[in-house]
C-alpha cells in the first residue's frame, strides 16, 4: 500500500516482512531497503512485521524483495 505522505514529493509504503524477530533483523532490514534509490526513511518493526518505507516515488515491489532478501528475510508483500 502506498499513499502520499505530509511532505510534497513523498510516498509512504508499508511492507509485511516474515523472519524478523529482533532489533538486528530490523537494522538489517532497514539498511537494505535504505540502499534503494530514492528511499528518505525505513522503520522496521520486529514485533509487528511491518516496515514502513518513505520514497520519493513508488518503489518497485522488486527492488524492494530484493533488498529484503539480501537482508535474508522474506518480503511477504505490502501491508
Known amino acids: 500500500m502506498t499513499a502520499p505522505t ?3 514529493g513523498s510516498v509512504t509504503a508499508l511492507y509485511k ?3 524478523m ?3 538486528h533483523c530490523e537494522g ?3 539498511g537494505e531497503i535504505g540502499e534503494i534509490d530514492g528511499v528518505s526513511s525505513v522503520k522496521a518493526v520486529a514485533a509487528t512485521g511491518e516496515v514502513t ?3 520519493q ?3 518497485a515491489e ?5 533488498a ?3 537482508a535474508g528475510f522474506e518480503l511477504v508483500g505490502p501491508a
Do not use: Y
Open 28 to 30: 538489517a532490514v532497514s
Open 17 to 19: 516482512v516474515s523472519g
Open 6 to 8: 505530509g511532505t510534497p
Open 21 to 23: 524477530s529482533c532489533g
Open 53 to 55: 518505507v518513505v520514497s
Open 62 to 66: 522488486a527492488a524492494v524483495r530484493a
Open 68 to 70: 529484503v532478501d539480501e
Open 57 to 59: 516515488a513508488p518503489l
